[in-house]
């Protein structure tokens, strides 16, 4: 019942487009799916923690976000060799075809139909008994068929094809934008492990010369074999972890080949994460702005549309239909006859069918068409309140590590001082050499820990631009160039 007012006040709609515009602009306008309206932001009006109001920096492109020469090279690369990137392209030429399908739905079809028939009937006549016939006929006709889209059925079959190749074209874009995310942060990892690695070997090497010192010093009786096992303990310890650390290399070398599609050779950089002032301050703009920038929502958003025109055709499919089909030809008993005279044939059928019984699958059929529009809605507002929550997270990453940073700076100056003077202490006999081995084990700590929080720092800027959709236009065709 439910099901057959929303059909009827919908035809009641068509039927006043009818009488106000005429045969013709029904034809073009009626159609039967509900009026679209954006649900309404399910996200507070404002990030937390709260940001200076300012344009998103989604609408910058990344070359000039990542201006270092070799991470543009290797995301260009990345752009046009990853495998992932070409699947999704793959499923938008395959969603832009289908919208083709359905599209010619809505003209007339033409065919070139050649037929050939021969056999043998049997019928009994009165009085005359069972009599036999061959039957022999060949024909050529030109067959035509269209349905008339009355009621926009196929029209919003179409809008669903389009809006749902639309939805894949920024499934793409998505795609491209984690990929650029994905490729910063490798190459951000890259340029830790070579400055960690560098910092590692400076420590091995100065603490092979401290073990040669303690060993000596214990040899010749001034220095004691604990203070000569501590200094082989810590120049284990640097050793240990210049192993993990290039081990941790290679990994991320690797993964940084399955993104760019290829093995990778990154020149050593001037990028010294330890000496990098504070990373730039990127404007998010405000919660508003994810609904046109952030890809995942705005393909949510083409889902729902298409949703909606489903309701459309799953409505449509409630009232008659209304087919045209016709052919025109020659039809001959011979083959050698089929173009003579007299050998004209043609047919005109129009036909419309009403649906009567149908044990309820029209009414399923809609039932299904406005959960999914249901559904749809629910993915499109939890898309929203994704990007909210991600870019937050960002946010307070930025600001926390920021603090961090500084606070490892503080302690890293204090540690050096404490390190010299230590040295000091140990050269005018005030002190024993452990002082110094362990003033070095924390220094060496402190500042491995500084570069990690410092590729942190720069990371949560790239995770705050992806966040926010940022990367990339929303022309498919300026994506592609933008790889070049």
Not at 176 to 205: F, K, W
Not at 217 to 244: C, D, I, N, P, Y
Not at 450 to 472: C, D, K
Request: proline residues 4%; hydrophobic residues 45%; glycine residues 8%.
């Amino acid at each position: 019942m439910a099901a057959g007012r929303r059909i009827s006040d919908a035809a009641a709609r068509c039927w006043r487009l009818v009488v106000a515009g005429g045969g013709a602009a029904s034809l073009a306008g009626c159609s039967f799916a509900p009026p679209y309206a954006r649900p309404a932001l399910p996200v507070p009006a404002a990030f937390v923690p709260a940001e200076p109001a300012g344009v998103s920096v989604a609408a910058i492109g990344w070359r000039d976000i990542f201006r270092e020469p070799q991470l543009q090279s290797l995301i260009a690369e990345a752009l046009v060799h990853n495998r992932d990137l070409r699947i999704a392209a793959g499923r938008v030429a395959e969603a832009r075809a289908a919208w083709r399908i359905e599209g010619a739905a809505l003209y007339p079809q033409l065919d070139a139909v050649g037929t050939g028939t021969r056999g043998r009937s049997i019928f009994n006549l009165p009085g005359a008994g069972t009599q036999r016939a061959d039957v022999r006929q060949v024909s050529a006709q030109l067959s035509a068929g269209w349905e008339i889209d009355f009621w926009g059925r196929l029209r919003n079959l179409r809008e669903a094809a389009r809006e749902q190749y639309l939805a894949t074209e920024e499934a793409r874009r998505a795609v491209a934008t984690d990929l650029v995310a994905q490729v910063a942060n490798g190459y951000l990892l890259e340029r830790e492990y070579e400055e960690r690695v560098a910092l590692a070997r400076r420590t091995i090497e100065t603490r092979q010369e401290a073990l040669r010192i303690a060993r000596r010093r214990f040899e010749v009786g001034s220095g004691s074999k604990l203070e000569m096992s501590e200094a082989q303990l810590l120049l284990g310890q640097a050793q240990t972890a210049l192993h993990s650390i290039e081990q941790d290399r290679g990994v991320n070398r690797n993964a940084l080949a399955l993104l760019v599609g290829r093995p990778v050779e990154i020149a050593p950089g001037t990028l010294r994460l330890a000496e990098e002032g504070p990373a730039m301050m990127l404007p998010p703009g405000l919660p508003s702005d994810l609904l046109v920038n952030r890809p995942d929502i705005v393909a949510a958003e083409f889902r729902l549309r298409a949703a909606n025109a489903n309701i459309g055709a799953a409505r449509a499919a409630f009232l008659p239909n209304i087919n045209l089909s016709g052919a025109y030809g020659t039809a001959s008993d011979a083959l050698d006859g089929l173009f003579a005279g007299d050998t004209e044939a043609w047919t005109f059928t129009p036909t419309i069918t009403l649906p009567l019984f149908n044990a309820g699958r029209l009414a399923a059929n809609l039932d299904v068409a406005e959960a999914r529009r249901n559904i749809a809605v629910a993915e499109y507002e939890q898309a929203i309140q994704r990007a909210f929550r991600d870019v937050s997270d960002a946010l307070v990453r930025r600001r926390q590590i920021g603090l961090q940073v500084e606070s490892a700076r503080s302690m890293l100056e204090a540690l050096t001082e404490r390190a010299r003077l230590a040295t000091l202490r140990v050269q005018n006999g005030r002190s024993a050499s452990i002082e110094v081995l362990d003033a070095q084990r924390d220094l060496f700590d402190t500042e491995q820990a500084l570069i990690q929080l410092r590729r942190a720092e720069l990371t949560s800027v790239v995770a705050l631009y992806s966040a926010l959709g940022g990367g990339f236009p929303t022309s498919m065709t300026d994506l592609e160039e933008s790889a070049r």
